[in-house]
């Protein structure tokens, strides 16, 4: 059966947008000609693709199945158009972003806003475990994370690494103490994350190798939260040493057992790399990263 682009292009901007009409705005072209389209699209399926709500539409199951599939033809477009033009710049468009620590890679993404003022970035600061399935599904085009496992469809670049460390109360009794061992933590009240969250699984696999159990009462989200918690004296934090702003309300510590550097990467996925934007933002990255690496040589 022959789909059009034209069909394909109309839904996957339906999508996108949430209704018919910043569809048609997207794509400039009337909204009769969006519904049109994906009337024709829908006609070749036995069940509807698009649920329609009363402020707007989301895909059924069977429509998400089709996005899946149907999003990589935007990459297609754009790497033929790269191919045709081997220097075209990102100009006016949107790359997707999303982002685990923004204390590492905010400056980053500040530079390439600088670079190329035409292009909108949308960051969304999520998980180590959200961003790497945004990734992955073509939610973002680009995520800034650590990557601990290999795998075949993405791409990374090593950006900066750090380690795991304790925060504490400066009143703490440990709080005076150069470094702490993970037989001290573990005899304290502990604030800990939800199972999903990369510092947390680093820290269980800390203890683990020591035979000791993580546990805590206090279980927060997120950095912000931890801070805080441990700034009213719920107990001993943990955080990657880098994702920690100076806070007088804070200690930070190392711990004498995490040696392990975690490095932080950014990550996209393989057959997009050529792609306006993707392809501007990792030559910015390796840049960035190339003089860090120069500067510390030279001292």
Excluded at 39 to 47: C, H
Excluded at 75 to 96: R, Y
Excluded at 169 to 186: F, I, N, W, Y
């Amino acid at each position: 059966m022959d789909y059009s682009m034209a069909e394909i292009r109309a839904f996957n901007a339906t999508l996108q947008a949430g209704n018919f009409t910043r569809a048609a705005d997207l794509l400039q072209v009337s909204q009769p000609a969006i519904t049109a389209q994906i009337r024709k699209l829908e006609s070749r399926f036995t069940a509807p693709l698009l649920e329609r709500l009363s402020k707007g539409v989301r895909a059924t199951d069977l429509g998400y199945q089709l996005y899946q599939i149907t999003r990589q033809y935007h990459d297609l477009e754009a790497a033929i158009e790269v191919l045709s033009n081997p220097t075209l710049s990102p100009g006016k468009m949107t790359l997707q972003v999303a982002n685990a620590s923004s204390i590492i890679f905010m400056p980053l993404i500040a530079e390439f806003s600088r670079r190329f003022p035409l292009t909108t970035l949308k960051i969304k600061s999520v998980t180590t475990s959200e961003c790497r399935a945004l990734v992955l599904n073509r939610d973002v085009d680009i995520g800034l994370f650590p990557l601990l496992d290999e795998n075949s469809e993405l791409s990374r670049l090593a950006f900066s690494s750090h380690r795991l460390v304790a925060v504490l109360r400066p009143d703490h009794p440990l709080a005076q103490k150069s470094s702490l061992s993970v037989s001290e933590l573990a005899a304290e009240p502990l604030i800990v994350y939800k199972p999903e969250a990369c510092t947390q699984q680093l820290l269980e696999e800390l203890f683990g190798r020591h035979q000791l159990t993580v546990s805590g009462n206090v279980v927060v989200d997120g950095r912000l939260d931890m801070s805080e918690a441990v700034g009213h004296g719920l107990g001993v934090g943990f955080a990657l040493e880098q994702d920690i702003r100076p806070d007088p309300r804070l200690t930070v510590l190392p711990i004498i057992e995490a040696t392990d550097e975690v490095i932080e990467h950014v990550v996209w996925m393989k057959n997009r790399r050529s792609l306006p934007g993707i392809r501007d933002f990792i030559q910015l990255a390796l840049e960035q990263r190339c003089g860090a690496l120069s500067e510390v040589s030279e001292l």
